[in-house]
């Protein structure tokens, strides 16, 4: 019985110092992780829209970096003909929102700051 109790204590600490649970080292380790850093590059999204699938496409692209955002579309398919564009740039260096569209016909921007988009 005595025998039993002995085997089952080394079993137990033997497994609990093969897991670590004691070690100085992981804490070390987890200190020395770098912290997350942000997303930077680009996203390239398409969507097609009608019977077949490819009558009307958009294809959506977003470029990020750290203080810049930019989201164009641009109409494919039988819209093509149009050479349709938009998209929005929000740029925190500089405090300001452009917009903008552009087709065959014509060309639109506008500027806001920040503040005066989210109002």
Known sequence: ???????????????????????????????EIPLETYFEGEIKLSESRGYQ???FKIYTT???SENRIKREQKAKGLNAVFNMKN??????????IILYYSDVFQKNKHTLTVKEYDT
């Open 1 to 31: 019985m005595q025998f039993t109790k002995s085997i089952i204590t080394f079993f137990i600490l033997s497994s609990l110092m093969s897991c670590n649970f004691f070690s100085k080292d992981k804490n070390q380790k987890e200190e």
């Open 53 to 55: 699938g490819s009558l």
């Open 62 to 64: 977003y470029h990020i």
């Open 87 to 96: 998209g929005i740039i929000i740029d925190l260096t500089t405090d300001s």
